[in-house]
């Protein structure tokens, strides 16, 4: 009995112990900064999308179909009737997954042939697959330097490639956002070092995604040439759609080839599902099968997956109307936003940040906009710097002409509405509304978002309404007399 005893008490002590550390942690460090997340505003609720990934999308509780805005579904692939029946293929002849990683026993043919037609795609020597780009940056910079070596890091890059350089233990120097004197003078401190054998490599986004930029590649190579530097580039928001045939931001400069190495996603352009991949000369491609560690010590890529990434690149091989498609949307969208005074970051390109300023205008901002069945997400701190908070638009191949002047108009009226957006530039004229009924007009333009006052000028049959700054004149039955043009 008394031996039953000890052994009951001795093993819930320890289990006791543990839930009350636990509650400890939850209670004090967990919970507060919960809480000061919240207090900050930039709490981030996530929608759950009840359809397939697309340009129309239902999400729940909003009883509306939403055209949706905030996907890097560049090329409309998500669910693309061919690439579903392609990974539906090679589920069935290769099953649903490996149970292993790669060098153990997870390569099949088709990772093999995924791997070369990324390769011949970008016209490199070979390609490794990872599950995701994001372990495509995290094992690249620890495999390729050493502590002799620099890297050098254009501050902008995306999170994934930070995290890569903190695993490496070369020295790390960062210059100012495409800024090309910045980076030559870090190139130049990087010469300090006394070993001739150093390796430096530049690192930088092909496109930056919060802010649309495009990395000047031909100035960084001429500054790589110069200083016997190598040039990494992340490929997430160009490959597949950017340059006349998608091959990325090198074909976009006309300069195919130049780069050093490549780092992409199968996750966005490329079908949206998962994946990424790490292209370039093969000897850096066989060191890193043998050191990588995200691929070495995680599982291979699903078979579905591989055979949707195929048929993507297939498509964009066989149409070539596809990358200019999408960008073709973003011009209209960019020159239509910027006609009515919106200011849109970046250049030529399907990322279109909308800047706003304040994080919480921006999230308001959003809020009105899905009011209007339109799904755009507000980016605010920490996300992008402090006041500089934006909408950032995602335009798709899969908009039609009409999602997008929905959307543009959503955005004019939300502005008008909100009244701190510089809509200045707003070149507004309605014809239209000549020999109508003021009042109609009036409530429509309210509706509209603009902000209507009304001023009696006297004279007896012309009244002054001021429209932001817009007049209409009426005669004496209340009729448009005058069509208005900026006043
Ligand atoms: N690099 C950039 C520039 C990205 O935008 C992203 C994803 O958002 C990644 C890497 C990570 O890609 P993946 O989703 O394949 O991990």
Known sequence: MSSLRFFLVSTQQPSIRRLSTLTQVVEKRLNPELESIRQAGTWKNERVISTSQSAHIKVERSPNKLLNFCANNYLGLANNSEIIAASKNALDEYGSGLSSVRFICGTQTIHKQLEQRIAKFHQREDAILYISCFDANAGIFETLLKEQDYIISDELNHASIIDGIRLCKAKRLRYKHKDMSDLEAK???????????????????????????????????????KYKALVFVDECHATGFFGPTGRGTEEHFGMTGQIDIINSTLGKALGGAAGGYTTGPKALIDLLRQRSRPYLFSNTLPPAIVGSAMKAIDL????????????????????????????????????????????????????EMLKRDIYVIGFSFPVVPKDRARIRVQVSAAHSKADLKRCI????????????????NERKTWPEFVGKDANEVESQLKAEGFNVEIKEDGSPCTRDYRLDRVRLFVDDNNKIVRAPTNG
Not at 214 to 224: E, F, H, M, V
Not at 343 to 361: E, F, N, S, T, Y
Request: some cysteine; overall charge negative; charged content about 25%.
């Open 409 to 424: 108009d959503a955005f004019a009226q939300v502005g008008r509405q909100l009244k701190n957006i510089n809509m200045s």
């Open 187 to 225: 190139l130049q401190e990087s010469l300090k070092g006394k070993d001739e054998n150093a390796i430096r490599l530049i690192a930088t986004d092909g496109v930056f995604s919060m802010d649309g930029t495009i990395a000047p590649l031909p100035d960084i190579k001429r500054l790589a040439d």
């Open 316 to 367: 964009i091989e066989s149409d070539t109307s596809l990358p200019g498609r999408v960008l073709e949307n973003a011009k209209y969208f960019r020159e239509e936003m910027q006609a009515l005074g919106f200011k849109i970051l970046g250049d030529a390109h399907p990322i279109c940040p909308v800047m706003l300023g304040d994080a919480r205008l921006a999230s308001q901002f959003a809020d």
